[in-house]
């Protein structure tokens, strides 16, 4: 399996632009999780996904974010508009669903740069 | 509610050295516990995991024993090489929750 897969890698965008993240679980998995990492909060989670349903959006900052997944293979994470202090890195997770584990697999984030 | 807490870094270590990070939980019911590492410019990747007590997780030269009775998890190895340089972050994941709780992290260098 390729793992989870996101891109862009790298983003580098200015203050007031729209930005998208985008990721795509491992096949098969029922969970997908959207991270963001700083120095200062560490890991922090935003919003996890249930077969393409949220669950919980407790952690999205604020209502510039947005996150979607219409279907079971495909997520966006969106910051409209982008502000510098969003800088951090992205980081998209998945795991299977019950019975499989509670392991999450981990993408290779998107580094995000706001100036 | 469920948390972990794990020592504060960072770490340096001259190779060859011995290693424990330290790993407390507080957790309703019987957890999941991981280690996972990060390593520079890199997402995080499963080091390993235990799943009940007096379970024993073990990858790569890690170890790590889920101590119900302590509530720890403490990451141990016996001999570190420059390679294992990164942060390790200690994690569970609880019966009735569908996240996962993650400490701070801990970054370990090792220096040859």
């Known amino acids: 399996d390729a793992g989870v897969i996101q891109s862009p890698r790298h983003e580098v965008t200015e203050m007031g632009q729209e930005v998208t993240l985008r990721c795509k679980p491992i096949?098969?998995?029922?969970?997908l999780f959207w991270y963001r990492q700083t120095m200062m909060r560490g890991l922090e989670l935003l919003i996890y996904?249930?077969?393409?349903?949220?669950?919980?959006d407790s952690g999205m900052p604020e209502d510039r974010f947005s996150a979607k997944m219409p279907n079971a293979s495909f997520s966006t994470l969106k910051i409209q508009p982008s502000e510098p202090r969003d800088s951090a890195v992205y980081f998209c997770?998945?795991?299977?669903?019950?019975?499989?584990?509670?392991?999450?697999?981990f993408g290779p984030g998107t580094r995000l740069t706001v100036t | 509610g469920d948390s972990v807490t794990q020592m504060e870094g960072p770490v340096t270590l001259s190779e060859e050295a011995c290693l424990t990070i330290?790993?407390?939980?507080?957790?309703?019911?019987?957890?999941?516990l991981f280690w996972y590492v990060q390593y520079p410019g890199e997402g995080l990747q499963l080091l390993l995991k235990?799943?009940?007590?007096?379970d024993k997780g073990s990858n790569k030269g890690f170890e790590a024993t889920y101590r119900k009775e302590t509530t720890s998890f403490h990451l141990e190895k016996g001999s570190v090489q420059v390679s294992d340089s990164a942060v390790y972050f200690c994690?569970?994941?609880?019966?009735?929750?569908?996240?996962?709780?993650f400490g701070a992290g801990t970054r370990l260098t090792v220096k040859p």
């Open positions: 994690a569970l994941s609880a019966e009735n929750n569908n996240d996962m709780r």
């Open positions: 096949s098969g998995h029922d969970y």
């Open positions: 330290n790993c407390t939980y507080t957790a309703t019911g019987y957890p999941s």
């Open positions: 996904f249930n077969n393409n349903v949220p669950i919980d």
């Open positions: 235990a799943t009940k007590a007096d």
């Open positions: 997770a998945s795991r299977p669903g019950a019975g499989g584990g509670y392991e999450q697999y």
